[in-house]
């Protein structure tokens, strides 16, 4: 099975940033898409935040456009998560997703933001 580990978490004030990483042990070519989502304290599901399919172009929710940024390093293996002008409301934990091609999600532990006012 696929592991994927989540780094880069911490606590920023608010207007801070912070750039999430996700390394697989599997390559990432080999999945539909890459993606992060979060889960704040207030909610019981995880939202997409970003993702980032092989061979195509981001995608970002409405919600999430502008200052999130989400790339992939195909050779490494890893995908990226940079975060620009934090706001309380981003606190949640962060999680890496793999999505495979017959639709099976792969998830990582996940890693804590939290964005103080």
């Known amino acids: 099975q696929v592991q994927l580990v989540e780094s880069g978490g911490g606590s920023v004030q608010t207007g801070g940033s912070l750039t999430l990483s996700c390394a697989s042990s599997q390559s990432i070519i080999t999945f539909n898409h890459m993606a992060w989502f979060r889960q704040g304290p207030a909610h019981n599901q995880r939202e997409l935040v970003a993702?980032?399919?092989?061979?195509?172009?981001?995608y970002y929710p409405d919600s999430m456009k502008g200052r999130f940024i989400i790339s992939r390093d195909d050779a490494a293996n890893t995908v990226t998560l940079q975060m620009n002008n934090l706001k309380p409301e981003d606190t949640a934990i962060y999680y890496c997703?793999?999505?495979?091609?017959?639709?099976?999600?792969?998830w990582g532990q996940g890693t804590q933001v939290t964005v103080s006012s």
């Open positions: 997703n793999a999505s495979s091609w017959r639709g099976y999600d792969s």
């Open positions: 993702q980032a399919p092989t061979n195509a172009v981001p």
